[in-house]
């Protein structure tokens, strides 16, 4: 099946710094790709969706200016997280819809996940 | 997203067959059911999607109802790797995720 790889897949940064993720899909080009985050013994939350040369349309109260999306290629989405605090500690994944499907109705393939933890 | 409710927790023996339950009335006609699940830590594995037909694949297969108010999710022989939080979302364009059912396969 399709993969996609997040990077890294944890990272432990100092309050007030800025950590970036990476999220790469390894063997098909991604037109969208979607960011989740996900609190101990929570579900996943979706955070925004990242759309290939456009600017990422963010889900209710997550905050633009903190979580900065990039997505300049069909395989690469990159989220940072800046002016990271504890409260940003989370789980962060990552996913893409293989375009091999259709559009609106294929499956979306997961990453691994990045573990952050802010001191 | 059309809203999805799935019972919390479930057990199943090793080797039985495990069939999990999800009631989404709310689904409207043009939304697929997705079944995903997630073992600890781990991101979440796609399973199988299905519109109105029934389907099945390597790893499990599909029932919806006919009304498509509801699914079932059959793990035909559970073996004790299946066991993770099963997610039932139905959705269009976009998968948003509720809480989950943790399947734990008992030996």
């Known amino acids: 099946g399709a993969v996609v790889s997040q990077h890294p897949s944890w990272v432990i940064c100092k309050s007030g710094t800025s950590v970036k993720i990476e999220c790469r899909s390894l063997d098909f080009q991604a037109t969208t790709m979607f960011w989740y985050r996900q609190f101990p013994k929570q579900s996943l939350m979706l955070m925004a969706t990242?759309?290939?040369?456009?600017?990422?349309?963010?889900e209710q109260g997550v905050e633009k200016d903190k979580f900065l999306i990039n997505h300049a290629s069909l395989t690469l989405s990159t989220l940072t997280v800046t002016s990271a605090h504890p409260e940003d500690s989370s789980f962060y994944i990552c996913?893409?819809?293989?375009?091999?499907?259709?559009?609106?109705?294929?499956?979306?393939?997961f990453g691994e996940g990045s573990r952050l933890t802010v001191l | 997203d059309a809203k999805t409710t799935q019972p919390p927790s479930m057990d199943c023996a090793e080797g039985r067959a495990a069939n999990l339950p999800c009631n989404h009335s709310t689904i409207s006609g043009n939304e697929y059911v997705y079944w995903y699940r997630q073992i600890h830590s781990q991101g979440p594995q796609y399973i199988i999607h299905g519109l109105k037909n029934n389907e099945t694949n390597e790893m499990a297969s599909l029932i919806i109802t006919e009304d498509r108010k509801s699914s079932t999710l059959i793990l035909p022989h559970a073996t004790l790797r299946d066991t993770a939080v099963y997610y039932c979302i139905a959705s269009g364009s976009r998968l948003t995720f509720g809480e989950g059912t943790q399947l734990t396969v008992n030996p």
């Open positions: 990242s759309n290939e040369g456009s600017k990422a349309t963010y």
């Open positions: 996913s893409a819809r293989s375009p091999r499907v259709n559009a609106n109705t294929g499956e979306l393939f």
